[in-house]
């Protein structure tokens, strides 16, 4: 992988174990309401605002955990404001440029760069100046804009891979370790298909989920280099490799949910969830959610690479996503967005949310991998298998490619999968109309 590949997604993950001492100082504020900044700053940053672009469960117990460990140490306020995920997604730039919150939750890579290059971000370099070493180098590349500077602080990774059941499985006498290559994988859906099974239960209503069954198709059939020139644009939607990705994505349609376009990510999982699928593509966020319904499903859950397809490639790529903040340049206290950034960045940060019991590899190399649960050091092994990293697609293009042109699209061949080419066509020329950056 070349340096320049790298600014915008890491190989190394690093998860070794390590733990900076805390900085503490304390100093006295003259004067009236005013306070001291969190992480070893001398100013009074007062009142700020947080953007959370969840309103799931399990995730919001987790950054209000944050919130209030933050509060408890500085004294400053911090309002809680939460979006549902694709909304807040759908309209981050309408946001940014207008009355954003001082800090707000968002993505590494390309979709942080897209907006740092705009302006739209505050330069965090000095926070990473102060708990920088606490993170693989891999993260500050995935945090840093194309000038050189950070405008990201890592919270937490998943893979995306193939989750199931083990339990089902079993009773379907299916060996999970031996399902590595399309063949495997097809049985593997047959007989789930045999017993009145969804194979692979997907969704497509939100626009992004089906995104990373492109990715990791594509993946697999033309390799990581690949991947990465198209969504730059140095390769073609056109280019008979590209439709090569969707004949092998036909071929699963027949075990699919026959409502794909009617379900959103969650509602896929819930599939899964309630025994009525045998598998599901889609990031390993989701294990809070079965650890909501019972620690016995939780328990129960897998994740495993998705299969070879052309073994020149073999099952080297995976998507995995850094997700964490960003500070938004319009809010109305950068400074405090900042301290507060800082203090999510730092382990204490990290901490407290990692005590609210909600599973989360964190980005911090001072998480105790120790004390991993068996799904997330299954995701370790995942992981561990890949030779490259991607972000996702609608992570790894320009925003507004991704969700504006290949959302509808990818939608629009699950409505007749016989369009192929028109799709990609429209696609390619839609790329062509793009301003520049």
């Known amino acids: 992988m070349t340096t320049e590949q790298n600014k915008t997604r890491g190989s190394d993950l690093g998860f070794q174990l390590s733990r900076r001492e805390l900085l503490v ?17 001398d100013k009074a940053v007062g009142p700020l605002s947080f953007g959370a672009r969840t309103v799931d469960e399990s995730p919001t117990k987790q950054l209000k955990a944050l919130v209030a460990a933050y509060e408890a140490k500085t004294g400053n306020t911090v309002t809680y404001n939460a979006t549902e995920s694709n909304a807040f997604q759908n309209n981050l730039s309408q946001y940014l440029q207008g009355t954003p919150d001082d800090a707000f939750q968002w993505m590494a890579g390309y979709r942080m760069q897209f907006f740092a290059d705009q302006g739209l971000l505050v330069d965090l370099s000095d926070v990473w100046d102060k708990i920088g070493d606490q993170y693989a180098e891999s993260y500050k590349i995935a945090s840093t804009g194309l000038d050189g500077k950070q405008y990201f602080i890592p919270q937490s990774w998943y893979p995306w891979g193939l989750h199931f059941r083990k339990s089902m499985l079993a009773e379907l006498g299916i060996d ?11 049985k593997m859906l ?6 009145g099974l969804v194979g692979f239960a997907a969704a497509d209503k939100g626009g992004w989920e089906a995104m990373g ?8 059939v033309n390799g990581y280099q690949y991947h990465v020139d198209l969504m730059a644009g140095r390769e073609k939607w056109t280019d008979p490799r590209t439709a090569k990705v969707f004949e ?21 999982m819930q599939l899964l969830l309630q025994r009525k699928a045998g598998a599901m593509l889609m990031g390993s966020w989701f294990g809070g959610n079965f650890k909501e319904q019972s620690d016995a499903d939780y328990e129960d859950l897998w994740i495993i690479p998705f299969p070879e397809i052309n073994p020149e490639h073999k099952r080297d790529t995976i998507d995995a996503p850094i997700d964490g ?18 203090f999510a960045g730092d382990m204490e940060g990290v901490q407290a949310m990692l005590d609210t019991g909600v599973p989360m590899t964190s980005a911090n190399k001072g998480q105790d991998t120790s004390t991993y649960d068996a799904f997330q050091k299954q995701q370790l092994a995942v992981m561990g298998e890949a030779k490259y990293i991607t972000q996702f697609l609608d992570r790894d293009t320009r925003p507004d490619f991704a969700g504006p042109v290949v ?14 080419n028109k799709i990609l066509e429209s696609l390619q020329s839609q790329w062509d109309a793009l301003p520049p950056l």
């Open 25 to 41: 100082g304390a100093a006295g504020v003259a004067g009236a309401g005013a306070l001291l900044a969190a992480c070893g700053g």
């Open 176 to 186: 999970v370790d031996g399902v590595y290559n399309w063949d495997d994988f097809l």
């Open 190 to 195: 047959d007989g789930m298909k045999s017993k």
């Open 213 to 220: 069954t492109f990715d990791i198709i594509n993946a697999r």
């Open 248 to 268: 092998y994505w036909e071929q699963l349609v027949p075990y699919m949910n026959d409502n794909v376009l009617d379900l959103e990510w969650d509602g896929a």
């Open 325 to 342: 903040f960003c500070a938004a340049k319009n809010g109305t206290n950068n400074d405090g967005g900042k301290d507060f950034l800082a």
């Open 407 to 420: 959302g509808p699209a990818l939608q629009s061949w699950f409505k007749n999968p016989k369009d192929v």
